[in-house]
């Protein structure tokens, strides 16, 4: 019974060899397939070759990539097969180190720089924010805005005029007012609405329109 045990592991054994290796035949014979050029490799997919990892097609053949100073390989078949460190960024071929001015830092990806909050980018330098009277630095932090109640002008925060029966609005178009209900823009002020007889103020509450079923003809409601 034991002897019949170790033959059979060893039939196992055999049979497992043949089929690690015959893989590694198929590769070989192909690898040595006169078609395909030193350092380069059957494609897993599909027909052709491509090079191996640290060599880029050139001409038919496969030369070494070259990476220059504070320079990491790639693994990939496309560009330039190589990235500059965090720090350092693509130029002529080569990786030149990112001069970072003050009130800066290296952004996210490492191969440019930001200004700090409160700061922004003049040439190649970083330029401390004015902000004027009444006004406040934005959440992005690269930029001001004025106070509710005041309005940009020539760089400055003046106060918005706002007249009788109005009151502020928070959009950035526009006077920066609005008349009240049952008042209508008139010039710079607001005026009450005169209803006319068979009226009522519209939606928006700054104007009037007539009850069904009359008409508006000039100020007055009529029926057809």
Avoid at 93 to 107: G, S
Wanted: net charge positive.
């Amino acid at each position: 019974m034991a002897r019949k045990r170790r033959r059979f592991i060893s039939k196992f054994r055999v049979i497992l060899l043949v089929l690690i290796a015959m893989p590694l035949g198929v590769a070989e014979a192909q690898k040595s397939d006169p078609g395909i050029p030193e350092n380069a490799h059957p494609k897993s997919y599909g027909s052709g070759w491509e090079c191996d990892s640290g060599f880029r097609e050139d001409d038919g053949v496969c030369a070494p990539v070259v990476i220059p100073d504070n320079a990491y390989a790639l693994n990939t078949s496309f560009g330039l097969g190589w990235a500059c460190k965090r720090g350092f960024r693509v130029e002529n071929d080569a990786c030149i180190v990112i001069n970072v001015p003050e009130n800066a830092y290296l952004d996210s990806f490492g191969d440019r720089w930001k200004c700090e909050r409160g700061f922004q980018r003049e040439s190649e330098r970083c330029a401390k924010i004015k902000i004027p009277e009444h006004g406040y630095l934005e959440a992005s932090g690269d930029r001001w805005t004025c106070n509710r109640g005041f309005r940009r002008k020539n760089n400055l925060c003046d106060p918005i005029q706002v007249p009788d029966n109005a009151f502020l609005t928070d959009g950035g178009f526009g006077p920066g007012w609005r008349c009240k209900r049952g008042y209508k823009t008139t010039g710079g002020t607001c005026a009450a609405i005169a209803l006319p007889d068979n009226a009522h103020l519209d939606y928006t509450g700054n104007d009037w329109e007539c009850d069904p079923p009359f008409q508006k003809r000039a100020d007055r409601c009529l029926l057809n």
